[in-house]
Structures are given as structure tokens and as C-alpha cells.
């Protein structure tokens, strides 16, 4: 069974800094784009950042210039690099990865901006 476990949230204060990782049980070369989203309490979940295969990457645009997204191909490994974390930052981030058999989700990793 193909899973993405994602790791790195945490608590940290505005304006700081975290770096989210999802690692594939599988070679990530499979999966024609990646994607970190992100679900907010009482919000619904949206995108935040998505890579293709060939590196092609989309960010949400209220992240732009803070967050950057990034895969290791060797490592079966996507990253997500958030510089100048705000409190609206503040949610469980979930990694997305999509295939020809279909799309999987990793557990989610809870972020925590304090003010």
C-alpha cells in the first residue's frame, strides 16, 4: 500500500520558520505532481503549493514569496520551506500526491503560528 507520511509541523512564533517533508513509500517519479494543502479549523481544505514531476511549481498566492516547495527525487521526498510564518499560517498541512491510479493523502502535520 502507497503511503505519504508528512513530518516537521510544530509550534513556532510569527515570523519564524518550518520545513514540512513527505516521504513516499514509493518512487515519487510515479506521481505527476505533489502538493502540499492545508485545512484550517472550520475552513475547508485549500491548496498551498504543487510540483509536477518535471519541477513545475504553483503556490497559493497569499504564500507566495514565503514558502517555498521542492522534491528529492532519491529520497522518494517532497518539502515544503516556510519562511516568515503568520498566525493565519495556523493549520493541519496535508501532502496530496497524484497518479493514474488515482490520488493519496498523508495523516497531516499540525503547524501553529503564535502571535
Known amino acids: 500500500q502507497v503511503q505519504l507520511v508528512e513530518s516537521g509541523g510544530g509550534l513556532v512564533q510569527d515570523g519564524g520558520s518550518l520545513r514540512l517533508s513527505c516521504a513516499a513509500s514509493v518512487s515519487i517519479l510515479g506521481f505527476y505532481v505533489m502538493g502540499w494543502y492545508r485545512q484550517a479549523p472550520g475552513n475547508e481544505r485549500e491548496l498551498v503549493a504543487t510540483?509536477?514531476?518535471?519541477?513545475?511549481?504553483n503556490y497559493v498566492d497569499s504564500v507566495k514569496g514565503r514558502f517555498t516547495i521542492s522534491r528529492d527525487n532519491a529520497k522518494n521526498t517532497v518539502y515544503l520551506q516556510m519562511n516568515s510564518l503568520k498566525p493565519e499560517d495556523t493549520a493541519v498541512y496535508y501532502c496530496?500526491?497524484?497518479?493514474?491510479?488515482?490520488?493519496?493523502w498523508g495523516q497531516g502535520t499540525q503547524v501553529t503560528v503564535s502571535s
Open positions: 496530496q500526491a497524484k497518479s493514474v491510479l488515482g490520488t493519496i
Open positions: 510540483i509536477t514531476v518535471g519541477g513545475v511549481t
